[in-house]
């Protein structure tokens, strides 16, 4: 059973930094799909970043792009999140989420398995 835990989060001023960690187990990375999603107050669950293939394709929705960097320690089953330059908009709770392949890009419905969730809170 694929198990996800998220921890990290926490609240920042805007342009402030924050790193989201996924504690995985039961599950072989190389072969699964593997995300970051949000959900803001009132607003739909949104992808923010994809890892493929075992951390050596990433992926980021146009918001994030050159402010967020997903990657994943394969030796150490974790995925992390670092965030820098934080916006108010990038106030939600954060989700990792995994999914065997074929992958499902940046659609929630099409991973199974998901964390808890941590809350990020920029305040302006």
């Known amino acids: 059973q694929v198990q996800l835990v998220e921890s990290g989060g926490g609240s920042v001023q805007a342009g402030g930094s924050l790193r989201l960690s996924c504690a995985a187990s039961?599950?072989?990375?190389?072969?699964?799909?593997l995300g970051w999603f949000r959900q803001a107050p009132g607003k739909e669950r949104e992808g923010v970043a994809l890892?493929?293939?075992?951390?050596?394709?990433?992926y980021y929705v146009d918001s994030v792009k050159g402010r967020f960097t997903a990657s994943l320690d394969n030796a150490k089953n974790t995925l992390t999140l670092q965030m820098n330059g934080l916006k108010p908009e990038d106030t939600a709770i954060y989700y990792c989420?995994?999914?065997?392949?074929?992958?499902?890009?940046?659609?929630?419905?099409?991973?199974?398995?998901w964390g808890q969730g941590t809350q990020v809170t920029v305040s302006s």
């Open positions: 989420a995994a999914q065997p392949a074929p992958c499902g890009g940046w659609n929630p419905d099409a991973y199974t398995y």
């Open positions: 039961g599950y072989a990375y190389i072969t699964y799909c």
């Open positions: 890892i493929y293939s075992g951390g050596r394709n990433t």
